[in-house]
Structure formats: structure tokens, C-alpha cells
T-cell receptor, first 116, second 112 residues
Framework: DAGVTQSPTHLIKTRGQQVTLRCSPK?????VSWYQQALGQGPQFIFQ???????QRGNFPDRFSGHQFPNYSSELNVNALLLGDSALYLC???????????????FGDGTRLSIL | RKEVEQDPGPFNVPEGATVAFNCTYS??????FFWYRQDCRKEPKLLMS???SGNEDGRFTAQLNRASQYISLLIRDSKLSDSATYLC?????????????FGSGTRLSIRP
């Protein structure tokens, strides 16, 4: 049973470029959350997708956008990349958005994005 | 004040020692608490959930103190393989989703 899978593993971009990161949730999961983890910091919530819609968003600018497909996989898009966008981008999946949830998040391996 | 605060460390202790980490959270309405372990350049992995009554998993013990709004993690008989960053995490009580708020992590280094 495959867990959460992310691609690519590593990516190098330059300032001003655009990037798309991909995530496939664990089998049976229909909700995908994205986090950004800068060096020396804990993961920061970017947004969550459920039923192909953005259900909640963290404190990130509109340059960060996403999408969820009918098969529950998800993409994170970042436009006009800045040096400060260099980070590990993590995807987590869970089963459903049922109001309050007390379940922990299980993460994929992440995509390490470096901006030059 | 940060929503979740941890001592960044690093904690440098000899093998076999007992080490304890604390984590404080700001929102008294938070309901669920976790400890994650993160190895260098890897993703965070769930170490254990933290329950009100406290819970133990082998050499690891987690405690929750709601009155003082802190969570603790105790590692007994530490091993070299315990060297990692330990992240404290709390669910956002105002989130309609399973959003988790993380601390910045505490680095632990076990020396032979």
C-alpha cells in the first residue's frame, strides 16, 4: 500500500520562474494538505484540498495556488518565485474533511525546491 | 507569541542518558497533540500522539498538561539513532480541516 508520493524529489529554479509540484495521496484518502518547511523551521500550512476545492488556506500569498484532480491527486503551483520560496514542500493526505479532525498528518517525502 | 514554541536546542547528550523536551502552545482550545521526528533532509514522521492521560511507547513517554498548556516528550536510555529533530504539533482548534500547527523543532544529538 503506497503512502503519500510526491514529485519531483528535488528542483532548482531561478527567481521569477514558475513551478508545479505534484502529490498523490495514500490509497483511500481524498484530502490533500500542503505545507512549506523552511530551513530550521517547522512545516507551515499552505492550504488543503477536498472535493477538488480549496477548503482552507494558510498565510501565503496568491502566488501559491493549487489544484486537486478527480483521482484526488493534487498540484501546488508557485508563480514569480522568490529566493525565500526555497524550502521543503510537504504533502499530507487524510480521509475526508469531517468538521474537526483529531487525526495526525502523515507526510510524503517532500520536494526540495531551491531558488537561485 | 508563537502558537507553538519549543526550545531549539541543540541538546547534546551521551548515549544511555534520559532527555526531556517541552513544548508550549498558546490556544487553550487545542484538542490534539503530537510529536514528530524529522531526520536531516527527510520528511517529518509521526512519533506519537499525546493523550490527556499520558502515553508511553517503549522508551518514549509523552505527557500533556492542559492547565499549563504544555506537552512533554521523555526519551529514556537514548540511542545514537535517536539523533534527530523533534517537532511538537497541535491541531488548530479553529480549523474546519485537519490543519496542524508545528513548533520549530528541537535538535537532539546523541554522542557515543
Amino acid at each position: 500500500d503506497a503512502g503519500v508520493t510526491q514529485s519531483p524529489t528535488h528542483l532548482i529554479k531561478t527567481r521569477g520562474q514558475q513551478v508545479t509540484l505534484r502529490c498523490s495521496p495514500k490509497s483511500g484518502h481524498d484530502t490533500v494538505s500542503w505545507y512549506q518547511q523552511a530551513l530550521g523551521q517547522g512545516p507551515q500550512f499552505i492550504f488543503q484540498y477536498y472535493e477538488e476545492e480549496e477548503r482552507q488556506r494558510g498565510n501565503f500569498p496568491d502566488r501559491f495556488s493549487g489544484h486537486q484532480f478527480p483521482n484526488y491527486s493534487s498540484e501546488l503551483n508557485v508563480n514569480a518565485l522568490l529566493l525565500g520560496d526555497s524550502a521543503l514542500y510537504l504533502c499530507a493526505s487524510s480521509a475526508g474533511v469531517q468538521g474537526y479532525s483529531n487525526q495526525p498528518q502523515h507526510f510524503g517525502d517532500g520536494t526540495r525546491l531551491s531558488i537561485l | 507569541r508563537k502558537e507553538v514554541e519549543q526550545d531549539p536546542g541543540p541538546f547534546n547528550v551521551p548515549e544511555g542518558a534520559t532527555v526531556a523536551f517541552n513544548c508550549t502552545y498558546s490556544n487553550s482550545a487545542s484538542q490534539s497533540f503530537f510529536w514528530y521526528r524529522q531526520d536531516c533532509r527527510k520528511e517529518p514522521k509521526l512519533l506519537m500522539s499525546v493523550y490527556s492521560s499520558g502515553n508511553e511507547d517503549g522508551r518514549f513517554t509523552a505527557q500533556l498538561n492542559r492547565a499549563s498548556q504544555y506537552i512533554s516528550l521523555l526519551i529514556r536510555d537514548s540511542k545514537l539513532s535517536d539523533s534527530a529533530t523533534y517537532l511538537c504539533a497541535v491541531t488548530d482548534p479553529y480549523s474546519s480541516a485537519s490543519k496542524i500547527i508545528f513548533g520549530s523543532g528541537t535538535r537532539l544529538s546523541i554522542r557515543p
